[in-house]
Nanobody, 123 residues
Framework: QVQLVESGGGLVQAGGSLRLSCAAS????????MGWFRQAPGKERDFVAA????????SYADSVKGRFTISRDNAKNTVYLQMNSLKPEDTAAYYC????????????????WGQGTQVTVSA
C-alpha cells in the first residue's frame, strides 16, 4: 500500500509559478507510475500529467502542455509538478495518484490517491 501526501499549493497571480510535491510512503514507490489530476468546484477530476516508473516517459493534458512539468525522485519517494505561466483556469484542487499501469489518463487506472492541495490563480 502507498500513502501519498501533497504539498506546495497556494495563491498565485496569473503568470506566476508553483511547484507541487507529493511524498509517498513505503518502499515500493519506484514500482508505480505516478499521475497528477485536478478538480475544480462542480467539475470532474481531470488528468493533468503522468510519469513512468523511472521518469523516462511523461504524458500531459493538452491544456497544460508546455507550461507544466512532471518529474520524480525515486530516492526521495517524491513526485513533483512544476507549474509555470499559471492561468486562472488552472485553479483547482490538485491530487497525486499512483498506478500500476503505464502512463494512464483515466482516474480508474489509479489505485492510490493523496488528499489534495489547493491551487488558486488570481487574474
Amino acid at each position: 500500500q502507498v500513502q501519498l501526501v501533497e504539498s506546495g499549493g497556494g495563491l498565485v497571480q496569473a503568470g506566476g509559478s508553483l511547484r507541487l510535491s507529493c511524498a509517498a510512503s513505503g518502499r515500493t514507490f519506484s514500482r508505480y507510475s505516478m499521475g497528477w489530476f485536478r478538480q475544480a468546484p462542480g467539475k470532474e477530476r481531470d488528468f493533468v500529467a503522468a510519469i513512468s516508473l523511472t521518469g523516462g516517459s511523461t504524458s500531459y493534458a493538452d491544456s497544460v502542455k508546455g507550461r507544466f512539468t512532471i518529474s520524480r525522485d525515486n530516492a526521495k519517494n517524491t513526485v513533483y509538478l512544476q507549474m509555470n505561466s499559471l492561468k486562472p483556469e488552472d485553479t483547482a484542487a490538485y491530487y497525486c495518484a499512483a498506478s500500476t499501469y503505464y502512463l494512464r489518463r483515466g482516474r480508474d487506472d489509479y489505485d492510490y490517491w493523496g488528499q489534495g492541495t489547493q491551487v488558486t490563480v488570481s487574474a
